[in-house]
């Protein structure tokens, strides 16, 4: 039995029941012990008046049946004397049964006594046949002497089965009685053999001899009867022998047993007869006499006995009843005070500390003393935990309090190193953009956009300080944005870019205020599926609108992941955890989960059907909207806006969705015609194709390609020298740039044009498509006010 894991209330209980269970054990079976014998002393004037009184009458009517019986078989003719005693007999017998067969009598005898007394009834139920037998002559004296006997002997042990008193010297003495019973009816039985031998006038072979024995049992169990009786009783009893008829019995006796050679007996019959009727009813008178005095006096007894025993049994009973509750109650206030204890600890873990931090993080002072109360319990060793755990509490939420602080501090110093990176980036992202509108060089150009891509790669990283410390990014849109260009910027953050498809995604547009954060939340589970699948796999993105919102599906062909594995960054995207810097390793879940929570956004990842894994992501309903026109207008659209519009729908590589944007095509004028090339200049050996030429377009969104310019050939290491040039043909050249810059500011939205690249001629050197870019920073116009 492991009583560890026991609540103290049931330590405790047990720690009572038990001593007070042994106790009141001990109670009951010394209660038992002394109730005995007080209802044994009780029950034995039940047994003189029910089995003693009645039983030593039938005795004596046997005695006196069995010798007119031995006289009657002697002589030769009935004796009317037997038939009046056998009706004595007969009524004596059946006053013993209907006592012996009462309920008092059963519940006073135990099993000894209860089993002689059903032995003296079935020798008494033989007694109609002896007596058939005595009439009919068919025994002779010797066997009606042993029937009757027979019938006694088994009454004096029916008397000692009585004689089980707990008290010692009223039990010897109710042996002592009955053993001078037997005595008595030794000299019953002699009687019987004499007057038999007188009716005969003559001993029949071996009576006389039978008689000598009997006289001188009777002699010897009366000596030892007498010895066992209180000095009182002895006293009365030598008084009793010393009468006359005991006396002249006595001599009669002597003179029986002297050895007889002529057969007769040496005795008169009428003196005999005489004596023996006088010593048999003084000796009756003598014991019932003393079993009186025996009853009464272990009646007195028993009550004091049984008064000690009420005494004893109450004071047990209080002293039991006074255990149990004074157990009860120190118990009852140990349990009291030491679930105190628990409640308070329970308190301090599962509500009062982390109410803490969580006022703590949310900018709340908090004062230790108030949250942390002393705990009063008393000054022995509970008073002396509670103040201990008083201490310990104050400590924890001292503590709780420093790792707030700390926590705080730390994601101070994220965000302000965040917001610096962001300044610094966002001040690169502006001066790459500014270079490569100058760079006339392809390969400066592709380093450039190199450069361009790392740094937004610079700018995502960044912003996961600022999501570590619990603030929101800086970039921010006024006005929705397509579903599609938001695929493209999270594909333009990764550094796999190249492997990313785009399969199929229905129009729609996302709020301007979750851009930024799905923008971002999208590169990072891009990021991830090309981290952890192989290089020489393809990522493809997905999106659909689905009844709650629109669902975009991100699927690579990697290893995959468990079961297990799945179940935990699920619950992880699900309740966006706080930032454990030991989960380093799962960052990007991490900012994930923060993103999602922050707009309602539903992300959660399964097996994929190729083997990897698929990232669902589930934008809300309220996030959604019809996606927005191809491009802002120029009337309404300012220089700044439509600067950060471009950079937003920077090309994307060769194959992604086709996002149709049709507009009439526009001839053009003698203004916006380009002007000829000054005189002097190099003549180039095909038309050059720049970055704002109409049709150099991918799916209506510009695209910047490396330009085949005479800058473009090998330079030589040697300086050149400078042609001279008149002021007319500067002036034309000045005049052609000022037009050109002109006719790029007017012209926002180029004309369609074909879903391919356009045809450059084939002996300038084509390089592919650059990464697409994400976004820069918002300008005054997008940032929400």
Do not use: C
Not at 177 to 197: I, K, N, P, V, W
Not at 346 to 363: F, I, K, N, Y
């Amino acid at each position: 039995m492991r009583t560890r894991d026991w609540p103290i209330r049931s330590k405790l209980t047990a720690l009572v029941v038990a001593p007070v269970t042994a106790l009141l054990a001990l109670w009951i079976f010394a209660t038992t012990l002394t109730f005995g014998p007080a209802l044994n002393l009780l029950s034995s004037r039940t047994l003189l008046y029910d089995l003693g009184r009645p039983g030593e009458t039938v005795v004596t009517e046997l005695q006196r049946e069995r010798r007119l019986s031995v006289v009657q078989l002697a002589g030769d003719t009935e004796l009317p004397a037997l038939a009046q005693q056998r009706g004595r007999t007969d009524r004596a017998v059946a006053e013993l049964r209907r006592r012996v067969d009462g309920e008092p009598l059963r519940d006073a005898a135990d099993d000894l006594l209860e089993t002689r007394i059903d032995k003296l009834v079935t020798a008494l139920a033989a007694l109609p046949s002896g007596r058939t037998f005595i009439d009919d002559r068919k025994v002779d004296r010797a066997g009606a002497i042993g029937l009757y006997s027979g019938m006694v002997t088994a009454a004096f042990q029916a008397f000692a089965g009585m004689a089980t008193l707990t008290d010692p010297a009223i039990n010897r003495e109710a042996l002592a009685l009955t053993a001078l019973g037997r005595s008595r009816e030794l000299l019953g039985q002699s009687d019987a053999l004499l007057a038999g031998a007188l009716t005969a006038g003559r001993f029949a072979e071996g009576e006389h001899t039978q008689l000598v024995q009997t006289i001188g049992n009777q002699r010897w169990l009366t000596e030892s009867a007498v010895a066992d009786l209180p000095e009182s009783s002895r006293a009365a009893y030598q008084r009793l022998t010393e009468g006359e008829a005991f006396t002249r019995l006595r001599t009669m006796q002597d003179a029986l047993v002297v050895p007889n050679r002529s057969g007769r007996p040496a005795v008169d019959a009428a003196a005999w007869q005489a004596s023996q009727d006088a010593v048999q009813q003084q000796l009756r008178d003598f014991e019932l006499s003393e079993a009186d005095a025996l009853t009464d006096r272990s009646v007195p007894m028993a009550v004091g006995i049984l008064v000690r025993l009420a005494a004893a049994g109450v004071l047990g009973l209080i002293a039991v009843v006074v255990s149990v509750l004074v157990a009860l109650r120190v118990g009852r206030t140990l349990a009291r005070r030491l679930s105190g204890v628990r409640t308070a600890a329970l308190e301090l873990a599962e509500h009062r500390l982390p109410d803490v931090v969580t006022r703590l993080r949310q900018g709340e002072q908090v004062d230790v003393a108030r949250e942390a109360p002393p705990l009063e319990y008393g000054h022995d060793e509970i008073g002396e935990v509670g103040r201990a755990f008083t201490e310990v509490q104050r400590t924890a939420v001292q503590a709780a309090v420093d790792e707030v602080t700390l926590r705080r501090g730390l994601n101070e110093v994220f965000l302000n190193i965040a917001r610096r990176s962001q300044s610094l980036v966002h001040r690169q992202l502006h001066l790459l953009d500014r270079m490569e509108r100058r760079s006339e060089d392809p390969d400066e150009l592709a380093e450039l956009f190199q450069v361009d891509h790392l740094a937004t790669r610079l700018r995502r990283h960044a912003e996961d300080l600022v999501i570590l410390a619990g603030s929101a990014p800086g970039r921010g849109w006024r006005n929705p944005v397509a579903i599609v260009d938001l695929i493209r910027g999270a594909i333009s953050e990764v550094e796999a870019y190249e492997r990313v498809d785009v399969t199929s995604v229905q129009p729609a547009g996302v709020l301007g205020r979750a851009v930024g954060d799905v923008i971002h939340l999208l590169a990072e589970l891009v990021e991830n599926a090309t981290a952890f699948s192989p290089p020489d796999t393809r990522v493809t993105v997905s999106g659909e609108q689905v009844a709650n919102g629109y669902a975009l599906e991100i699927t690579d062909q990697g290893l995959g992941m468990s079961d297990v594995a799945l179940e935990a960054a699920n619950i992880r995207l699900a309740s966006s955890p706080e930032f454990d810097p030991a989960q380093s390793a799962r960052l990007g879940l991490f900012v994930v989960a923060r993103l999602a929570a922050r707009h309602g956004v539903r992300v959660r990842l399964r097996s994929s059907s190729e083997g990897g894994v698929t990232a669902v992501v589930l934008v809300p309903g309220d996030l959604i909207t019809t996606e927005p026109p191809a491009g802002p207008d120029p009337a309404t659209l300012d220089a700044a806006s439509a600067d950060s519009s471009r950079r937003l729908v920077r090309t994307a590589r060769r194959g992604t969705v086709t996002r149709p944007r049709t507009r009439p095509p526009t001839a053009p004028s003698a203004s916006t015609a380009p002007p000829a090339p000054p005189s002097g200049a190099p003549a180039s050996t095909a038309p050059p194709v720049t970055s704002d030429d109409p049709t150099d377009e991918l799916d209506g969104l510009p695209r910047r390609v490396r330009r085949r310019t005479p800058a473009a050939q090998p330079r030589s290491t040697v300086a050149d020298t400078p042609s001279p040039r008149s002021p007319e043909e500067v002036r034309q050249v000045m005049a052609a740039l000022q037009a050109g810059t002109a006719r790029g500011r007017a012209t926002v939205v180029p004309p369609a044009a074909p879903a391919g690249p356009a045809p450059t001629p084939t002996a300038a050197p084509v390089v592919p498509a650059d990464p697409p870019r994400n976004p820069g920073p918002p300008t005054a116009t997008e940032r929400d006010a």
